[in-house]
DNA sequence: TGTACTGTAATATTTATAATTACAGTAAAG
DNA sequence: CTTTACTGTAATTATAAATATTACAGTACA
C-alpha cells in the first residue's frame, strides 16, 4: 500500500485536536511533512466521503464533518482504498493453462474474504479513541 | 502491495497440480506470464521458508515441500510481506508537532493489530483447498 | 564433455507515488 | 472594490519502488 492511509489518520488527528477550529491545508502539511497541494488533495477525498468539512475563501480551512467517536478507522480505510491487500500481479497470466486461466479470479475472492476481515477489524478503532493516545 | 502473494501462490499450485514431478522455472514463468529469473528469485525465498524443495543440474527442478494440505496461505503470506498492510508514509512526520512526534508509533501499533487478524484469517486457507477450485 | 537446469547478482526498464507549480475561485476585511 | 488569505484542482516533474532482463557461475545427469 501507499501513505495515502497514514495521511488521512494524520489530517483528521490534527482536525480533531484543533476542536473545532478551522485548520488550513498549510498548517496540516507542516506536521505531516509533506506539501500543502497533497494535503489538499486528501482532504477533497476525505470530504467527498463525509469525514470533513471545508471552508473556501479567507480565514477558511477543514474541521471534523462529525464527532471523532463516529469516524471510524473503517470508513477512513474504505476512502482511500485502491489496490488489493493481496496485491496484484501486472501481467495476465498465460490463459492457456488451466491454473493461469483461473487463478486471477480465486485469489480475487480470497483478497474479498481478506478485505472483510480487515474492515471488520477496522470498524472497532475510531478516531476519539486515537486521539486519546496522544495525551 | 506488490505482486509477491500472486505470483508464490501461482507457483504453489503449479507445483501441487505436477504432484511431486519436478517442476522448471520456465515452466513456471510460462504461466505465470513473467521471466524465469524472477520466478527463481521467488522460488529462492519459498524455499528458505520451507514451502518447497529445488535440485540443481540437469533434469533438475522444484517441488513441494510437504503436502498442500499442510501449506497454509499464512505462511505464503509471512514468506513474502515486506511492507504494512495500512500503508507507511515516506517522508518522517515533523517531531516538533504532538501528534507528529507520536503518530507513527501508534499507526505501528494498529498495524499490528489489523495484520494479526489478516494472518489468523488466511491460517483458514490452505494449498489443497485453493487446489481443488481449478477442478 | 555437452546439455539442461538452478542460484544469484547486476543492470535496465517501467510503473507507481509523491512533490511541485500554477492558477482560478471564494470570502473576509480594510 | 481591492487586497489578502485561503481552497480546489489540474498539469507537470521528480523520485522511489517494482519488475524485467541479462549474464554467468555452479551443479548433475547422460
Same mark, same amino acid.
Given at each position: *500500500? ?8 494524520? &489530517? ?6 484543533? #476542536?473545532?477550529?478551522?485548520? $488550513?491545508?498549510?498548517? !496540516? @502539511?507542516? $506536521? &505531516?511533512?509533506?506539501?500543502?497541494? !497533497?494535503?489538499? #488533495?486528501?482532504? $477533497? ?6 469525514? /470533513? /468539512?471545508?471552508?473556501?475563501?479567507? @480565514?477558511?480551512?477543514? *474541521?471534523?464533518? #462529525?464527532?471523532? %467517536?463516529? /469516524? ?12 488489493? /491487500?493481496?496485491?496484484?500481479a501486472?501481467n495476465e497470466p498465460n490463459p492457456k493453462c488451466p491454473v493461469g486461466r483461473q487463478i486471477n479470479q480465486? !485469489? #480475487? =475472492? *480470497?483478497?474479498?474474504? &481478506?478485505? =472483510?476481515?480487515? &474492515?471488520?477489524? !477496522?470498524? =472497532?478503532?475510531?478516531?476519539? %479513541?486515537? $486521539?486519546?493516545?496522544?495525551?
Open positions: *500500500m501507499n501513505g495515502r492511509f497514514h495521511i488521512s489518520v494524520h &489530517i483528521l488527528t490534527l482536525l480533531d485536536a484543533a #476542536k473545532g477550529e478551522l485548520v $488550513s491545508s498549510d498548517y !496540516l @502539511a507542516g $506536521s &505531516i511533512n509533506t506539501n500543502p497541494a !497533497l494535503v489538499r #488533495k486528501e482532504l $477533497s477525498n476525505l470530504r467527498k466521503h463525509g469525514l /470533513i /468539512i471545508s471552508k473556501e475563501g479567507k @480565514a477558511g480551512g477543514y *474541521m471534523l464533518a #462529525k464527532s471523532p %467517536d463516529q /469516524i471510524r478507522f473503517a470508513d477512513v480505510y474504505e476512502a482511500v482504498k485502491q489496490t488489493a /491487500i493481496l496485491g496484484q501486472r480465486h !485469489l #480475487k =475472492d *480470497m483478497d474479498k474474504e &481478506i478485505e =472483510d476481515a480487515v &474492515i471488520k477489524k !477496522l470498524y =472497532d478503532f475510531n478516531l476519539a %479513541d486515537f $486521539s486519546e493516545k496522544f495525551y
